[in-house]
């Protein structure tokens, strides 16, 4: 597998009928090139949260996937409002969701905490009123 499988999801933003549709298909995805256990877990919840947070926020983004005999490698870009304060949003509990969102189960300011968790490398890149990219790797 040196040369990396790859796989990209387009996410849209305020569309939470599809919430976790792109972590179940990526997800498969993973599960067909045999990764499983820990590595498939802690995966799936990084990319959950992310996507989440896509629907939450931001007008749209994408996640895109690289696959190597090392890592699982995963970029999350959305177009969103930015994060005014990354220090503050790492905290667990920490959230901006509205209303709407908490009252639709979301927004427990659980997302970037647990995704820092379950990833082995994690940056965040934020502009404000440009985008959010989430740089996470996974060894395998």
Do not use: W
């Not at 990526?26 to 045999?34: N, S, V």
């Not at 926020?57 to 409002?81: E, K």
């Not at 959230?95 to 300011?109: C, K, L, N, P, V």
């Not at 905490?113 to 502009?127: P, T």
């Amino acid at each position: 597998m040196s040369q990396g499988y790859k796989f990209s999801f387009p996410v849209k933003g305020d569309n939470f009928d599809d919430a976790g549709k792109a972590s179940v298909e990526i997800k498969r995805f993973l599960k067909g090139l045999g990764i499983t256990g820990d590595v498939l877990r802690r995966t799936a919840i990084a990319i959950y949260e992310s996507e989440v947070n896509i629907i939450s926020y931001a007008r749209q983004g994408n996640i895109n996937i690289c696959v190597t005999d090392a890592s699982i490698l995963i970029n999350i870009r959305d177009n969103g409002p930015g994060i005014t304060d990354i220090e503050q949003a790492m905290k667990q509990g920490y959230s901006t969701a509205d209303d709407h969102i908490r009252e639709m189960g979301f927004g427990a300011g659980m997302g970037l905490f647990n995704i820092k968790n379950c990833s082995d490398d994690f940056e965040i890149l934020s502009e404000v009123n440009r985008g959010t990219l989430l740089k996470i790797s996974i060894n395998r």
